[in-house]
T-cell receptor
Framework: EAQVTQNPRYLITVTGKKLTVTCSQNMNHEYMSWYRQDPGLGLRQIYYSMNVEVTDKGDVPEGYKVSRKEKRNFPLILESPSPNQTSLYFC?????????????FGSGTRLTVV | QKEVEQNSGPLSVPEGAIASLNCTYSDRVSQSFFWYRQYSGKSPELIMSIYSNGDKEDGRFTAQLNKASQYVSLLIRDSQPSDSATYLCAVWGDSSYKLIFGSGTRLLVRP
């Protein structure tokens, strides 16, 4: 089944404790992206990657890191999480023709930083 | 001005009615338009795409595009309580090479 897999689905952590949210897709998509979604603010792009070893900042990159060492994986790293990073996170991917097919989203990760 | 604008709602319609959801966008050169449905706490799910002016129908859903007016809409016929969700309009930014999302319209279908 074609899908984007995120883990974990739920995570509660403490301020300052480094964490990684994993994202993997099995569709051989070139493009991958991370979003956060907060009430009233909609989906905001954090980082995106056009292909292996190519990443760039989205609209709200502060406090986040990413890497793209393999085509299928695009982990999101929070080096020192803070309470304002409590949010619902989505990973998404698309083929090079994303303009034609849109994005496929992962199931989401609900992160709480206390 | 936001790049993609939607009324946040909620839009409340009775079961069986037609729900009409609207979206405007600012980039005149945009060519691809999408509607996603998102249930609370779940991920967005693609339900319609449209690329040409006019209407595109898929079951109970009809997407409408008017590039001259920079306007996209989604009609849901015979609305069901299970259609209650937030509907996200998304526009492919040809200059930014990414999907740009509106903040969504919450639809409530009353039994």
């Amino acid at each position: 089944e074609a899908q984007v897999t995120q883990n974990p689905r739920y995570l509660i952590t403490v301020t300052g404790k480094k964490l990684t949210v994993t994202c993997s897709q099995n569709m051989n998509h070139e493009y991958m992206s991370w979003y956060r979604q907060d009430p009233g603010l909609g989906l905001r792009q954090i980082y995106y990657s056009m292909n292996v070893e190519v990443t760039d900042k989205g609209d709200v990159p502060e406090g986040y890191k990413v890497s793209r060492k393999e085509k299928r994986n695009f982990p999101l790293i929070l080096e020192s999480p803070s309470p304002n990073q409590t949010s619902l996170y989505f990973c998404a991917s698309s083929s090079r023709t994303g303009r034609s097919y849109g994005y496929t989203f992962g199931s989401g990760t609900r992160l709480t930083v206390v | 001005q936001k790049e993609v604008e939607q009324n946040s709602g909620p839009l409340s319609v009775p079961e069986g009615a037609i729900a009409s959801l609207n979206c405007t966008y600012s980039d005149r050169v945009s060519q691809s338009f999408f509607w996603y449905r998102q249930y609370s706490g779940k991920s967005p799910e693609l339900i319609m795409s449209i690329y040409s002016n006019g209407d595109k129908e898929d079951g109970r859903f009809t997407a409408q595009l008017n590039k001259a007016s920079q306007y996209v809409s989604l009609l849901i016929r015979d609305s069901q309580p299970s259609d209650s969700a937030t509907y996200l309009c998304a526009v492919w930014g040809d200059s930014s090479y990414k999907l740009i999302f509106g903040s969504g319209t919450r639809l409530l279908v009353r039994p």
